[in-house]
């Protein structure tokens, strides 16, 4: 069993001005036309920089690592950058960890996560194109969690290859087709108000047009 890893990128106590305007678009052009394999879609990154632009330096959590994770850490300078990541090798070729004693669970992620206000979470991994990978159907569940009990204001919650069935349908059912805001191919936008932690989508029947794969497998592709 793989163990989980969380890499803070930044931390600061008090948050200084955003990146100036010009280096923050350099960062996202040069990233838009790498010629790195499995990096995201233009559209999905610059819905994911948009999102940054106007919320940085902010407190950031993002589920997986990936060609944008320092990006991500990038665009959010002087604000605070959480990585959680199911695979430690990848976690380890990136900068130090902090292990937990087993593989990603949402039960098992370090108690201090929760106790922060998350201004935006990048759902991201963990992987799921196999039956023997965690999937991303905790990761969305606890990012709802969490941005309906990180106090005033709103979190937005970004799903990164919202176009595979199981993310979709997780996506509507506990954050909720009420707050989309907007939905590329691949990538979903929601925004989430406060609220008791347990307490989904006011409309119950967002999921009806959705379902699993036929025979009711979950495993996402």
Sequence with gaps: MASSAVLSASSVPSRPPPLPPPVFDSLVHYAVFSNSTGKMEEGDLREVAGVLRLRGPCHLLVFGLGHETPLWSALNHGGRTVFVDENEYYVARVENLLFSDCR?????LPNQLYDVAWDVILVDGPKGFSATEPGRMSAIFTAAVMARSGGPGHVDVLVHDYDRKVEKLCSAE?????????A???LAHFRI????ADEFCANQTDTASLSLP???EAAAS
């Excluded at 990603?104 to 098992?108: F, G, R």
């Design 193 to 196: 108000s406060g609220g008791p």
């Design 214 to 216: 036929a025979g009711g």
């Design 174 to 182: 506990f954050l909720c087709l009420e707050n989309l805001v907007v």
């Design 104 to 108: 990603l669970a949402i039960n098992d």
């Design 184 to 186: 590329t191919r691949s």
